[in-house]
C-alpha cells in the first residue's frame, strides 16, 4: 500500500495563478483532512471530509477549494494564489475516529 | 469549540535525562487525544493516541502518555531521551460525527549531548 501520496512536492507559484495540490490515499479511509504548517503555528485545518461528496470548511479555508468525488481522491484547488498562501501543506486520511491520521509528505508551495 | 495548547514552544533537555511535553486541550465530549512527532523535512508520526480505557497510553519509541481529564491535560513524557528524540512534537485531538483533528502549536525539542 501507497498510504497516502501527495503531488507535487514542490511547488512555486506566481501571484494569482491557480492550481490544484493533489492528495490520493489507497486505505478505504472515509475521513480525510488537509492541513497548512507555518513556523510557530504548528497545523491548521483548512477542509475536511467525512466521505464521499461531504465536505465542510476548517479553521482557515478562505482561498481554497475542495472536493471529494471519490473515496480515493481529495484535491485541494488555489483559486487565486496569494503570497500568504506560502505554506507546507500536508493531506491526512483516517478510517475511524479512534484510529487517528495517516499524513502525507507533504507539498511545500512558495507563491512569490 | 476544539482547542489545544502546548505552551512550551522549545524545551532542551540532556541525553539520557526525562522528558515531560505539556499538552492542554478543550472538548465538549470525551476526546481522542493524539501525540505525532515531526522530524525536520519530514511528514508527521503518530506516536500514541487515546480514546478510551486506561488513561496511560505507551506508544512507540518508549513515549507514553497520559489522559487526566481534571485537568484537561495529555502529556507525553520519555524516562530517558536520545539524540535520535529531536524533533517537533504535536498534542491533538478530535473525535465526533466529523473525527476533525485540530493541533496545537507544538513544541521543539533539542537534545544535548
Known amino acids: 500500500n501507497a498510504g497516502v501520496t501527495q503531488t507535487p512536492k514542490f511547488q512555486v507559484l506566481k501571484t494569482g495563478q491557480s492550481m490544484t495540490l493533489q492528495c490520493a490515499q489507497d486505505?478505504?479511509?472515509?475521513?480525510m483532512s488537509w492541513y497548512r504548517q507555518d513556523p510557530g503555528m504548528g497545523l491548521r485545518l483548512i477542509h475536511y471530509?467525512?466521505?464521499?461528496?461531504?465536505?465542510d470548511q476548517g479553521e482557515v479555508p478562505n482561498g481554497y477549494n475542495v472536493s471529494r468525488s471519490t473515496t480515493e481522491d481529495f484535491p485541494l484547488r488555489l483559486l487565486s494564489a496569494a503570497p500568504s498562501q506560502t505554506s507546507v501543506y500536508f493531506c491526512?486520511?483516517?478510517?475511524?475516529?479512534?484510529?487517528?491520521?495517516?499524513f502525507g509528505s507533504g507539498t511545500r508551495l512558495t507563491v512569490v | 469549540a476544539q482547542s489545544v495548547t502546548q505552551p512550551d514552544i522549545h524545551i532542551t533537555v540532556s541525553e539520557g535525562a526525562s522528558l515531560e511535553l505539556r499538552c492542554n486541550y478543550s472538548?465538549?465530549?470525551?476526546?481522542?487525544l493524539f501525540w505525532y512527532v515531526q522530524s525536520p523535512g519530514q511528514g508527521l508520526q503518530l506516536l500514541l493516541k487515546?480514546?478510551?480505557?486506561?488513561?496511560l497510553v505507551q506508544g512507540i519509541k518508549g513515549f507514553e502518555a497520559e489522559f487526566k481529564r481534571s485537568q484537561s491535560s495529555f502529556n507525553l513524557r520519555k524516562p530517558s531521551v536520545h539524540w535520535s528524540d529531536a524533533a517537533e512534537y504535536f498534542c491533538?485531538?478530535?473525535?465526533?460525527?466529523?473525527?476533525?483533528?485540530?493541533f496545537g502549536t507544538g513544541t521543539l525539542l533539542a537534545v544535548q549531548p
Open positions: 491526512a486520511s483516517s478510517f475511524t475516529g479512534g484510529g487517528g491520521y495517516t
Open positions: 486505505m478505504n479511509h472515509e475521513y
Open positions: 471530509s467525512v466521505g464521499a461528496g461531504i465536505t
Open positions: 472538548y465538549g465530549a470525551t476526546p481522542y
Open positions: 487515546y480514546f478510551s480505557g486506561d488513561t
Open positions: 491533538a485531538v478530535g473525535g465526533g460525527a466529523t473525527n476533525k483533528l485540530i
